[in-house]
T-cell receptor, first 115, second 111 residues
Framework: GAVVSQHPSWVICKSGTSVKIECRSL??????MFWYRQFPKQSLMLMAT?????????EQGVEKDKFLINHASLTLSTLTVTSAHPEDSSFYIC???????????FGPGTRLTVT | GQQVMQIPQYQHVQEGEDFTTYCNSS?????IQWYKQRPGGHPVFLIQ?????EVKKQKRLTFQFGEAKKNSSLHITATQTTDVGTYFC???????????FGPGTRLSVLP
C-alpha cells in the first residue's frame, strides 16, 4: 500500500532556531499534501494545504511566514518552523493525496520540542 | 509500535441502509478520535471518545469506545448521499505521545 514518510520523527531544538520537517510519498505521486498540527489529546488542526508547484494555502490563524511550506515535487513537501518558540512544540503530521485515486495517506508524524 | 486498523477498507451501500466501520488498536488507548474526509477535502474532526464503554451520538451517527479501550466503532443509520467519504479513526496512547491514524474506511452511498 501507499506509504507516506516523515523526517525526522522527533526533534528537539533551541528557541530561536528553525526546523525543517519533510513529508514524502514513497511509492505514489501526490499533487496535494496537507500539514496538520496536533496538541496532546486534542484533535488534529489543519495548518495548510500544499499543492505541487504552487504556493500553499494556509488556514486562518496560521502564520505563513512562520510556517514555511514548500512542495517542490510530486513526492516531497517540507514544513519549516522558523524562529521556533516553546509554544510551537507540538506533533506535526502530513498527509498526501494520491493523484490517481485521490486516496489520502497519513505520515507517522514529527514531534517537535522547542526548549 | 502502536498500530491502528480499520475494517472494512471500502463499503458500498444503498441509500437508506446502515453502515458500520470498526477501528482496532494494538495497544490500549487514552482516547480515540473520528474524522470524516469528503472526496477532495481534508479530514474533519467528528468526535473524541475518552471513557471506557462510552457511547456518543451525533444525529444519525453513533460512536462507541470499547470497554478495553482498544477498539471503537462508528455506525451510521439510514445513510444518505451526504455521508459519502472516508472515515478515519485516530488513536492516542495512554501517554498522549502517539497519535496514529487508521487507514480509513471509504463509504460510497448509491442513491
Amino acid at each position: 500500500g501507499a506509504v507516506v514518510s516523515q523526517h525526522p520523527s522527533w526533534v528537539i531544538c533551541k528557541s530561536g532556531t528553525s526546523v525543517k520537517i519533510e513529508c514524502r510519498s514513497l511509492d505514489f505521486q501526490a499533487t496535494t499534501m496537507f500539514w496538520y498540527r496536533q496538541f496532546p489529546k486534542q484533535s488534529l488542526m489543519l495548518m495548510a494545504t500544499s499543492n505541487e508547484g504552487s504556493k500553499a494555502t494556509y488556514e486562518q490563524g496560521v502564520e505563513k511566514d512562520k510556517f514555511l511550506i514548500n512542495h517542490a515535487s510530486l513526492t516531497l513537501s517540507t514544513l519549516t518552523v522558523t524562529s521556533a518558540h516553546p509554544e510551537d512544540s507540538s506533533f506535526y503530521i502530513c498527509s498526501a493525496t494520491e493523484t490517481a485515486t485521490y486516496e489520502q495517506y497519513f505520515g507517522p508524524g514529527t514531534r517537535l520540542t522547542v526548549t | 509500535g502502536q498500530q491502528v486498523m480499520q475494517i472494512p477498507q471500502y463499503q458500498h451501500v444503498q441509500e437508506g441502509e446502515d453502515f458500520t466501520t470498526y477501528c482496532n488498536s494494538s495497544t490500549t488507548l487514552s482516547n480515540i478520535q473520528w474524522y470524516k474526509q469528503r472526496p477532495g477535502g481534508h479530514p474533519v474532526f467528528l468526535i473524541q471518545l475518552v471513557k471506557s464503554g462510552e457511547v456518543k451520538k451525533q444525529k444519525r451517527l453513533t460512536f462507541q469506545f470499547g470497554e478495553a479501550k482498544k477498539n471503537s466503532s462508528l455506525h451510521i443509520t439510514a445513510t444518505q448521499t451526504t455521508d459519502v467519504g472516508t472515515y478515519f479513526c485516530a488513536g492516542i496512547d495512554n501517554y498522549g505521545q502517539n497519535f496514529v491514524f487508521g487507514p480509513g474506511t471509504r463509504l460510497s452511498v448509491l442513491p
